[in-house]
C-alpha cells in the first residue's frame, strides 16, 4: 500500500539524518519496517541494507583519514567482514520466534550503548595505561572485541558504532575524526557483507529497501548541511527517547504475548 511506503520512506529519511548526526537511524527505520508487517528478521535484513548508501557516503567523507594507516584499517574491516558474516547466518538460523524474544535486549544494549557512549569511551581511555604494560595482550583483547562486535552487528547492528567507538579508543586512537572514519567504513563493511547469506536466503524485501535506501541517503545529505546548527544534546536524547520507547514497547510485546 501507498501509506505503508511513505512511512517507510519518511523512516528512513529520520534514520538517514540521524545516523549522520549522531548514530541511531535504526531505532526509527526497524520498528517502522515491523509495524507495517514484515517480518522481524526480515525487517533486520532490510533495515541493514537500506542504510547502507547512507554510511557508504559517510564513509567517503573520511577518505584523507583511511590514508594515515590503510594496514590497520584493512585488518580491522577483514575481521568485521568475518563477524559480519558469522551473525547475518546465525540471524538467519535463528527461529523468527526466538528473535522476538531477544529483540528487547538487544534494543536495550543498543540504547544504553548509545546513552552511555562517552562514559564508555572515557572508562576505555582510562584502562589504556593498564593495558599498555600488556601490550600483546592489549591487542589480542581488541580484536577479540572487535570480533564481538562484528558478530554482534552481523546479528542486528543497533549500537554497532558506538561500540566499535570504544574499541578504538582502547586501541588508543583520540582523533575523533579518524574514529569516526574508521567506524563508518567498519559498519559498511558489515553492512554490504551480510548482503551475501541475506541475498541467498531471499529475506530482503527489495521495493521496501530501495525506497528506504534513498530515503536515508537524501536524510544524510540533509543532515551532514544542518548538523552544526542543531545543538547535540537535543539529538542524542532524541535517539535515546525513540530507543527507550521501542525497548518498552518491545518488552512489553513479549511480556503480552
Known sequence: MVWQYLLIFGAALLAGGLNGIAGGGSFILFPVLMFVGI???????????????????????YRREFEKDKRSLIQMCVLGAIGGLIGAVLLLKTPPEVFLRILPYLLLTATLAFAFSKKITAWVEQQQTKFARLKQLRSLLIKILQ???????????????????ATFALMGMTNINRMNGYKTMLTSCI????????????????QQAVVAAIASVIGGYVSAHYAQKLAPIVVRRFVISIGSAMTLYFFIRDWLA
Open 39 to 61: 517480518p522481524p528478521i526480515a525487517a533486520n535484513a532490510t533495515n541493514s541494507i537500506a542504510l547502507l548508501p547512507g554510511t557508504l557516503a559517510s564513509a567517503g567523507a
Open 191 to 206: 553492512n554490504a557483507v551480510t548482503v551475501i547469506p541475506f541475498v541467498m536466503a531471499g529475506v530482503i524485501l527489495w
Open 147 to 165: 570480533l564481538i562486535v562484528a558478530v554482534y552487528g552481523g546479528f542486528f547492528g543497533g549500537g554497532m558504532g558506538i561500540l566499535f567507538l
